[in-house]
């Protein structure tokens, strides 16, 4: 399996701040660049996913960036909140090709601070 | 629809002691994975299953198996527990190879 890389592995965010995770990957058959969200005692749930066709998602506060020359993707968090404390985990695969399945990042845990 | 459904939701065992984690979904995915998540850590894949009678070896096998009689359930058995698999335990499942995984609830395991 590809290795898909993510930091940074902690993150502590004022209230109203932005939080940025960065994810790296080396397979450039990846298709599909899904985040997970893991609040704690919990497992992890699907937050937000993109294509390679589209540089950026944006679903309310969270927005995905990709750089497809770089082999980049990132998980933008605008005015966080102390709710948004939890662990992320950033994801590459492709999709529907039989002997896929998801490769995910080693995890952010993210603090956000009253 | 309850989607992944694991039991037990905590669990103290013995070393040398032996048990098995269950899991169910009931969306009719082919796809299912158990991975375990150590304090601070990553997910680490223990075993996979393509659907009924096909499972295959993740990242750190030894020390468990699995079985996959039927489309729903895939239970994970350890074998003679060790302290080196203390974790909390996912089960997740998927539609297609490389889609969206959804996940159990977990189940924390202590050996003693």
């Known amino acids: 399996q590809q290795q898909v890389k993510q930091s940074p592995q902690s993150l502590i965010v004022q209230k109203g701040g932005i939080s940025i995770i960065n994810c790296a990957y080396e397979?450039?058959?990846?298709?599909?660049f899904p985040w997970y969200q893991q609040f704690p005692g919990k497992g992890p749930a699907l937050l937000i996913a993109?294509?390679?066709?589209?540089s950026e998602k944006k679903e309310g506060r969270f927005t995905i960036s990709f750089n497809k020359s770089a082999k980049q993707f990132s998980l933008h968090i605008m005015d966080s909140q102390p709710g948004d404390s939890a662990t992320y985990f950033c994801?590459?695969?492709?999709?529907?090709?039989?002997?896929?399945?998801?490769?995910f990042g080693e995890g952010t845990q993210l603090t956000v601070n009253p | 629809n309850a989607g992944v459904t694991q039991t037990p939701k905590f669990r103290i065992l013995k070393i040398g002691q032996s048990m098995t984690l269950q899991c169910a979904q009931d969306?009719?995915?082919?796809?299912m994975y158990w991975y375990r998540q150590d304090p601070g850590m990553g997910l680490k894949l223990i075993y996979y299953?393509?659907?009924?009678?096909?499972?295959d070896k993740g990242e750190v096998p030894n020390g468990y198996n699995v079985s996959r009689s039927t489309t729903e359930d895939f239970p994970l058995r350890l074998e003679l527990a060790a302290p080196s698999q203390t974790s909390v335990y996912f089960c997740?499942?998927?539609?297609?190879?490389?889609?969206?995984?959804?996940f159990g609830p977990g189940t924390r395991l202590t050996v003693l």
């Open positions: 397979n450039t058959a990846f298709d599909y």
């Open positions: 993109i294509r390679p066709d589209v």
């Open positions: 299953s393509v659907g009924a009678g096909i499972t």
């Open positions: 969306m009719n995915h082919n796809y």
């Open positions: 997740a499942s998927s539609y297609s190879p490389g889609g969206t995984q959804f």
């Open positions: 994801a590459a695969s492709m999709r529907e090709t039989s002997g896929s399945r998801l490769t």
